[in-house]
Structures are given as C-alpha cells and as structure tokens.
C-alpha cells in the first residue's frame, strides 16, 4: 500500500510550471493593489517559516510573499518542537525552508541540448561528475532553465549545488524538531529553488492528488457543459416551437367550427331577410284601406300580426265594407268579428272587420 501511494504521488501544485506561472502572475496582480487591500490579502495567507543557518545556530524568519519578519534563533540548545518556541500561525504554516548563505552553495550556468529539457533533472544527476568534481551522492542540486538559442537548439541552465554535509546537519535536526524542511535553498535563489530530491520533500499533506483529480474533474466537467450548451439552447428552441405549433394546431381544429357558426349565423340572416321580404309592407296595406273605404268611413284601430288584419271604426256604409275589401289584391277572408252596431250620436254604424293580407304578387 505504501509503494502504491508513493508511485502515484504527484509533485505540489506550486512546482509544476503552471503552478508557477499562475503563482507569479498572482504576486504580480496583488502588486497592484492599493497597499491596505494588499495587507490584507497577505494577512489571510498561510506564511512560511524560513531557517537560515548563522554558524552553529540558525535564525528563523517569518516570510509573507517578499516580507519577512525575524522571529526568534534557534541553538543546539532548543530540544522542544518548533511549534513550542515559535508561535504557529492559525492557518498554520506554507512549508518551512532552510536558506543556507550564498557562499555554501555554487552556482554554473551550462549549455545542453534542448532534447534533454523534459527529463533535465535526471541528465544533471547522471552528469554531475563529468560537469563538478561530485557525484549526485554528495551534493544537494538544483536546476533551472533560462531559455533556448535560436540557433542550433541549446538549452542554457543555471546548475545550482550544495555539499550535503553542510546542510543534513539542519535537515535532521528540522526534523527532530517535528517541522521537517520541504525546500532547500540560499540566500539570492530564483523562484522555486529546491535543491531536495522528491523523496525528501516534505509536503503539507498527502492530498496532491487527490486536488489534481478533482481539478482534471472539474475540467471534464466544464468541457462537458460548454458542448452541452448548445444541445439545451436546440433542446429549448424546439420546446418553445412545439409550444408556438400545439398553439397553431389548436387554433386550425377551431377553424371548421367557426365556419360552421358563419355559415349558421349567415343562414339565419339570409331567413331573416327573406322573411322580411316576403311579409307585406304596412304601408301598401294603410294605401289600399285609404285608397278603397268610402269616405264617410274613419278607422280607429289596425293590429296586423302574422297575415292576421283586424280593423275598428265606424262607416255610414259598415256593410259594403266586405265587397270592398274582397276586391283589393292580398286581401282574403274579409268578415266581421262582431255584429255591426248603429251609433246613435252620429248615425253610423260602428263595425269590427278582420281579413287575411298577403304581400301581392308583383
């Protein structure tokens, strides 16, 4: 189980190149920042504990980005953890570094062929005793890469290197102490600079990989829903055009309906109107009475309803009246609906007639 963990182990975010360049641009864009918010953001991050050898006794240093803070030294003397002479920070501590002083370690630039850039860290270790008087066993090394030549595709680097003897002493002792060193590096080193081989580097826990998983999921995933955003829009479009059709279709199944109300509603007027045509005008009625009662004949009463005539009044001729009407065109079934009755005021006789009037034919 130990070598299984161990061969899937992956280097700190923070070393490999991304990490590096996203960690560079960040201290540059906090740079920018106006001093108080940059105070701020600092104080909200994790230091690191710096140890720099001073002789038999070393300083510690408290570093938040380029500030650093003197804390305490630490002697041969100290035998209690780390956390007990110096005051932990409540995020705890980035790593702890020892800084050894520029003269203990030497620096060299090189010139190799840029094929070897992918595994650079292995070459320098099989070629440190042909370019140093070590070998790899011996010394504590470094490498860092300054760019390619235009031409003829040399890789320059810059070999930095260490005896060990000068620095196991404080590594051991750092890990005694229960705060073992996860970077070596010196006074004046690049960015990034750790001289430790991987098997050496103590790491703040065991959850690298664990993160580049999650990361390489969360990737996966946002991938995956940039390709399906345009499946939801189409997905979304047909739903709204589905909608928009069931809308129509609705609509069109009404359709023969409302022809059928039109066509039912235009029946009826057409009746109506032939209805109307075929029933006589009362005006041609109130004519022919006007134009064929004698004249000492005055009508008090018309009620026409259905063909149906009935007419009051009083005539000095009330039974003539009959022969009269019976000779108009649409008028038939002339009779009276009472007896004729004489009216002694003024000589008349005072008649109720009712006959059938139809519209004639033209």
């Known amino acids: 189980m130990t070598d299984w963990r161990m061969n899937l ?32 953001l600092l104080q909200r991050q994790a230091p690191t504990l710096i140890v720099s050898p001073r002789g038999e006794d070393a300083l510690l240093l408290r570093q938040l980005e380029s500030e650093r803070v003197p804390i305490t030294v630490l002697t041969d003397r100290v035998d209690t953890s780390l956390n007990n002479l110096v005051t932990r920070p409540r995020s705890g501590w980035r790593e702890t570094v020892l800084e050894l002083p520029a003269e ?41 890469t300054e760019g390619t030549r235009p031409r003829g595709g040399q890789l320059n680097v810059r070999l930095a290197l260490c005896r060990r003897d000068l620095a196991d002493h404080w590594l051991e002792r750092l890990r005694q102490l229960g705060s073992p060193a996860a970077r070596l590096c010196w006074q004046g080193a690049w960015d990034g600079a750790n001289m430790l081989p991987d098997a050496q580097r103590s790491r703040r826990g065991s959850y690298g990989w664990l993160i580049n998983i999650m990361l390489l999921l ?53 009746a109506v109107l032939n209805r109307k045509a075929a029933q006589p005008r009362m005006i041609d009625l109130l004519r022919e009475l006007t134009e064929r009662l004698p004249d000492n004949t005055w009508v008090q009463t018309v009620n026409y309803r259905n063909e149906d005539v009935d007419v009051r009044g009083e005539s000095g001729q009330a ?22 009755m004489q009216v002694s005021q003024t000589g008349k006789e005072r008649f109720h007639i009712a006959f059938q009037y139809r519209r004639a034919s033209p």
């Open 104 to 144: 203990d370690v030497l620096t060299r630039s090189l010139s190799l062929p840029a094929q070897v850039k992918a595994g650079l860290r292995k070459v320098i270790g099989y070629e440190l005793g042909r370019l140093t008087p070590f070998n790899s066993q011996e010394v504590y090394y470094d490498v860092f």
């Open 218 to 270: 969360l990737i996966c995933a946002l991938l995956a829903a940039v390709m399906n955003s345009p499946v939801r829009q189409k997905r979304e479009q047909l739903e709204q055009l589905t909608g928009v059709l069931q809308g129509l279709r609705a609509d069109a199944e009404q359709v023969p309906t409302i022809r059928e109300e039109l066509e039912s509603a235009r029946a009826g007027s057409v």
């Open 319 to 340: 039974t003539e009246l009959l022969n009269i009407l019976e000779q108009a065109p649409g008028i038939s079934e002339v009779t009276f609906r009472s007896p004729v």
């Open 9 to 40: 182990r992956l280097p700190p975010f923070r070393e490999t190149r991304l990490g590096n360049a996203l960690w560079v641009w960040r201290r540059e864009l906090r740079e920018c920042l106006p001093r108080s918010l940059r105070q701020w």
